[in-house]
């Protein structure tokens, strides 16, 4: 049952519409919100989603059972609004048990805009749910570390039952290591008359020009001592 309250339906579909973009929307918004208003004010206290659902598809909005869709739960919160505003009665039973748990709970807060904030920090905590269960799912769990050939360590975690799989780096060999270290080294530049530049950028200067000639891209250097470092 609907607690009575004195705040105006005209200030639940404000707060709506500042989340709500989509024209359709705003027109069935719009229009239910007029319905509402016209029923109000003949006395009519019988705003359950049959009621004004019927009221709706009669005028050419939208069909009485799409109100009971989880893509009408704003719709729904306007009717409740209104219903909420004009005194309690007692609910449909059918509609009762076509609405889940959490929206019964949040049916027991009587001001509608903070019932609106409720529901929707529910629907967050419900996907954020759902998304941990598929995480949950997952038996194996591999995190790739690699730059090329790799050495596969796995172990199974006991309290999870979930097997985590590193694939760690390569190890150079020490013909690469020195191979490595040989591109990086001055005599091999004195003796190739090459410089280093800003961002491990290796040139070789053509003589008589302000010119060079690029010999290693910018970041060479940094990424073999990075390498050499490992």
């Not at 069909?63 to 007692?90: C, F, H, M, T």
């Not at 449909?92 to 959490?102: F, N, P």
């Not at 172990?155 to 979930?162: D, Q, V």
């Amino acid at each position: 049952m609907y607690q009575k309250t004195n705040v105006h339906p005209d200030e639940v579909l404000e707060a709506i519409l500042t989340v709500s973009v989509h024209p359709t929307k705003k027109r069935n918004l719009a229009l239910i919100h007029q319905i509402c208003f016209d029923s109000n004010k003949i006395g009519n206290k019988d705003f359950s989603l049959k009621s004004i659902g019927q009221a709706i598809e009669l005028q050419g909005g939208l069909k009485a059972k799409s109100l009971w869709n989880a893509q009408s739960s704003d719709y729904r919160k306007l009717i409740e609004a209104w219903q909420a505003y004009v005194g309690p009665i007692e609910p449909d039973l059918r509609e009762i048990k076509r609405t889940s748990d959490d929206l019964r709970l949040s049916q027991n807060i009587p001001d509608p805009a903070i019932r609106i904030i409720v529901e929707k920090l529910v629907k967050e905590r419900n996907s954020l749910r759902a998304e941990l269960n598929i995480l949950k799912a997952q038996s194996t769990v591999i995190i790739d570390r690699r730059s090329s050939a790799s050495v596969l360590e796995s172990r199974a975690e006991k309290e999870t039952g979930i097997t985590v799989q590193v694939l760690k780096p390569a190890e150079l060999n020490q013909l690469e290591t020195e191979a490595l270290a040989h591109a990086i080294s001055p005599d091999l530049w004195h003796q190739e008359g090459w410089v280093e530049q800003k961002l491990g950028r290796v040139v070789m200067p053509i003589d008589g020009t302000d010119r060079s000639r690029t010999i290693f891209k910018p970041g060479f250097v940094s990424a073999v001592k990075k390498l050499l470092a490992a």
